[in-house]
């Protein structure tokens, strides 16, 4: 397999092999003769590679994430990981029409994600059992986060953990009072406020309340993308113990960018959009490309439409035990519980409201109730570390589709939910319990010898009961798997090499919901005829690597191969805008096999540099037959997963000067199942430099940061598959692509006290 970047990939491993002997070496030529002479140095790599896991590991460090822009997505901030394909239209990353998350070769709704052992869901658009990470806690609260790229936490609260796991965790209160005030003003009108206030360490425990507040104008076409967010938190130690609770709340209101094609780009270019705010324009398009609601329908009328916007408002709240039970048992219980009202409006060509007008309003509604409780105990017997974890999780999920009437004097608002729906197309209530067990046992058996064997135990129970509509599904539909095995071991070379193994089977839970790869998202005939039949998607995954490190170098190397059995294919029927019901089957199996490898240098005490190349080639591995057609895609490459990804930054910091400089290039990716159309490769650099002072006047630290995102200016396609994918495309007139934002300056303002 030939990659472009292969002369880069020699130029690295070349340094590496050059490198450790000289980073071994202390300064007057001796070699350090403990771990512990280097740990102090590595301090200061904030990427880590999980040294001494039994799986590969990446982790990132609170500095990683105050060092990015304001307001930038942490799912963007952990994108140059080895294995990670992020990808969002706007230049902070926090559209989520159009993010996209990918692990090796896993989309998005594949990966489990939690934020302080509390599970987020899949964290995909209209989200039916969790939400998004940027809705979850402001992006400036994040603490540190940890990737397990293959097989994920045996214990984590996940039902879609195919392909990893992804463990967010926020910033504990200071000990100390303080205040924290941050302005942030960018390109198109973006302007981001946060306030932070630290009780410090009281009788009561310490606390911290933040509220942010953030809209920017789209880089194209007319609408703002706006959030309102709360969060507090609360600890307190009792002895060896700790008590904690967190609430956050955000208001989200998104005006959508339009899904293009390749033919459209081409035509109209990459700053096509929507017709909004012209009704008018959209009332004649309507009229003469859509020919009155699809009577002499021709392909443009697919090509604008008014406008599309998504709302979200989420409160999400936990509260932990972390019980120290005695010198080697600990007992960790996290309750928490999450309501969602969501809504994406379409202003759509293919329903007329009540009085004529060629146009209505056409949502997809949501709401979420859950509650559930993540207990993890681990105890020391001897050479064996035990650890055993439950997960409960009952979820209500409402879902609907309906229709608001729409007027030229009485146009609804894209920034508030509609009322007085005067069709409702279907309606659904979802039930879903989730039980989840797992038992794991990590055996030393030597100093440099570790092995460890587990399972989990999943099974996730749904009742869809279809509350208004004809010709939809309804009924009982379960998933589960009472032996999901991992195996591992850890082997340490020297003190500072070690290699590693893991063998991992995991599931992915059917999703419940009217909409996406769901069985209830076909018709009532189709549910009946696969609903016995149909298979939860598996993977097996096997990975092994070398981990390194030294004084001022941390290292690591994977290879990979992962069987993902049972896939699950949706179909879209027409258009996205009208909502077809889709076609579900399973269709085969995948095999995903690829390299990894990250290198993070500490070149002086200012000067640091991160590097990560990624190798792929994931391969479907059957054929498809869809609607008694045979679609020929065995041994033709998965969409959306591109065969290299290289992700280099520098970094500077001397306490006072500060700043970063990266690249990111990503191979071409295909949209199309047969192969027949993708979009080319890019090649992306940004640019963030600041300056810090301490005690000025009142403050504790001033500091100004500036971040330039798109340095070059470069045009390329950012999202694909915002629609979904399909078969095939050879003119490039499917339209599921969306363009990155171009060339974008933000500047941050921060005083603490």
Known sequence: MKHPLMPTTLVLALGLVHALPAFAQSSDGSSPTSAGSSATELERVTVSVGRGMLR???????????NAPAGTSPLQTLSRLPGVNFQAADGLGNYEWSTRFTVRSFSQNQVGFTLDDVPLGDMSYGNF???????????????????????GALEAASSSNLGGTLQFYSTDPSDRFGVRV???LGSDSDRRTFLRLDSGATAFGQAYV??????????KGDGQQRQEQWNLKWTKSIGDSRVSAFVNTSRRKEVDYQDLSLALIQSKGDTWDNFYPDFAAAVKAANTLCGANGSTYVAACDDAYYAGSGLRNDELAGASLDLRLADHTTWKTTVYHHHNKGAGLWFTPYQASPDGTPVSVRTTEYSIHRWGVVSNAEMELGDHLVKAGVWFEDNDFDQARRFYAASPNAIPSVYEFPSNPFLTQWQYAFNTKTTQFSLSDTWTLTRDLTLGAGFKSLRVATDGQLERGTGLPSGKITAKKGFLPQLGVNWRLTESNELYATVAKNMRAFQAAGTGTSPYATTAAGFEAIKGSLKPETSDTYEAGWRTRGRGYEGSVSAYLVNFHDRLLSVQQGSGIQGNPVVLSNVGNVRATGMEGSLSFRLSSTVSWYNSLSLSKAEYRDDVVSNNVTVAIKGKRVTDAPDTMFKSQLGYDDGALFGTLGVDYLSKRYYTYTNDNSVPDRTLVNLTAGYRMKNVGLLRELSLQGSVNNLLDKHYISTIGSNGFTNSDP????????????????VTLTGKF
């Open 731 to 746: 003119t490039g007139t499917y339209a599921t692509l969306l363009p990155g934002a171009p060339r974008q300056v933000f």
């Open 56 to 66: 590969s590991v990446q982790s990132m460090s609170q500095a990683e994430f105050e």
């Open 129 to 151: 059992n969790g939400l998004h990470i940027s809705r979850a806690i402001s992006s400036e609260n994040m603490g540190r986060a940890s990737l397990s790229q293959g097989a």
């Open 210 to 219: 933040s509220y942010t507040n953030q809209s920017t104008d789209k880089w």
């Open 182 to 184: 941050s302005q942030t």
